[in-house]
């Protein structure tokens, strides 16, 4: 019999993220697994959503995005990385960043050619690879600092590589990109005329001194770099679809074109909150910074003491654990176990990686939740070992 669905769609399996929710509502259980905050957005924007929506801002915008959402992503990249861009040919406004990385792929990529990944890797861009045809090829993140090697990133290059893919702060190790790690990516994509693609969503949630870099600002490459960032993170508003991406007029306009065809357009009265969003003054990203730094010294130890040995992240809202105190062979089994006998979800290493195997004593905990929450989950924790049974 023919079969119905596509080979495409037939290569990638369902979000083991979105499996773990579904398990963790079933169980009644404290949820640390789908990174999204359980907090209020700031008020103010909450107020220029309601307010577009009364104004009647309800039409499609502008495909590309508003006039005013676009010049708020101008003045704000400004503000913080020193880059200038040109809202009417440089800044697409697309549905989250989620859309504007497929979008990208699909506009920059040939069937065939590869993409670097860094593994292990946020798990959209295994499935966006194959939906655009992409070959990856993964490079490793090593622990515990999550480096990589750079002969084994140099040996990744050749002349079927197209785009790099590289996302800090980073989901799910927390790794913060080095200056002189960046310059070393740079260095290779202008050898081999490579472009990069960042995914830079959790740019504001940096810990113990870190920089961010936008790869963008690096010698030679703000022609050949994609700087893709969005809202949801940083203002809390997940729900709310709204991203951008900024790249010379050449690279913008192949990715306008896919986009148009993909969803046409971000929500018009959410874009005008966006550009509110973007004004906020820089008190409101210490702020931020700040209490999600907090999130993570009261979750760490408390992991550790309940078994788990943390990899300290220095961005980003998520932690990697080791699991192999626990005598688990499987962190799918574990995070079930974990889930129905400790109420406390979390996600399988293995969804990190290209070879299952190596995340299989691996564990990603979030930490976007009020300190009630995280109270909640480390009570649960405790004598979480002693329940654990051997394997
Ligand atoms: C690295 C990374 N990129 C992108 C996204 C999704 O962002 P958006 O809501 O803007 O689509 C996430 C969400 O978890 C993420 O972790």
Redesign the pocket.
């Known amino acids: 019999m023919r079969t119905l669905v596509s080979q495409r769609s037939d290569r990638f399996t369902e979000s083991v993220?979105r499996e773990m929710t579904r398990l963790c509502n079933q169980h009644g259980g404290v949820n640390l697994a789908?990174?999204?905050p359980d907090f209020p957005a700031p008020e103010a924007i909450k107020e220029e959503a309601a307010r577009a929506i009364r104004a009647d801002v309800n039409q499609y915008a502008i495909t590309w995005g508003a006039r005013r959402l676009r010049d708020a992503v101008v003045a704000k990249t400004e503000r913080f990385t020193g880059l200038s861009y040109d809202p009417e040919t440089e800044v697409t406004v697309c549905?989250?960043?989620?859309?504007?990385?497929i979008a990208t792929l699909l506009a920059l990529v040939n069937p065939g050619e590869e993409v670097i990944v860094f593994e292990p890797f946020?798990e959209?861009y295994g499935p966006d690879a194959i939906l655009c045809g992409a070959v990856p090829r993964f490079v490793r993140l090593r622990e515990p600092d999550w480096s990589y090697d750079p002969a084994e990133l140099e040996r990744a290059f050749s002349d079927r590589t197209k785009a790099i893919i590289v996302?800090t702060p980073?989901?799910?190790t927390g790794k913060v990109f080095t200056r002189a790690e960046l310059d070393h990516i740079a260095a290779l994509c202008r050898k081999w005329d490579v472009v990069a693609v960042t995914?830079e969503?959790?740019e504001h949630m940096i810990y113990d001194g870190a920089e961010h870099v936008s790869l963008a600002a690096l010698d030679g490459m703000r022609g050949r770099t994609v700087t893709?960032?969005?809202?949801?993170?940083t203002y809390s508003v997940?729900g709310?679809?709204?991203?951008y991406c900024l790249a010379d007029p050449a690279l913008s306009g192949a990715i306008r074109k896919v986009h148009d065809f993909l969803t046409v357009g971000a929500p018009a009265p959410l874009q005008e909150a966006a550009a509110t969003a973007l004004a906020l003054p820089d008190e409101y990203y210490r702020t931020l910074a700040d209490g999600y730094r907090a999130r993570r010294d009261f979750l760490l130890p408390a992991l550790e003491a309940a078994g788990f040995r943390t990899f300290k992240p220095r961005g980003?809202y998520?932690v990697m654990t080791d699991i192999s105190g626990f005598g688990f062979a499987d962190d799918v089994a574990f995070a079930r176990h974990l889930v129905a006998e400790g109420g406390v979800a979390a996600v399988p290493g293995s969804s990190f990686y290209s070879d299952p195997a190596a995340g299989r004593q691996r564990l990603r905990f979030h930490f976007a939740r009020r300190r009630e929450t995280l109270e909640a989950a480390v009570e649960r924790l405790g004598g979480l070992k002693a329940r654990a049974p051997i394997v």
Request: glycine letters at 12%.
């Open positions: 993220i789908q990174g999204f549905c989250g960043s989620t859309e504007c990385m946020y959209n996302n980073n989901n799910p995914d969503i959790y893709i960032s969005g809202i949801s993170k997940t709310w679809r709204v991203g980003a998520y």
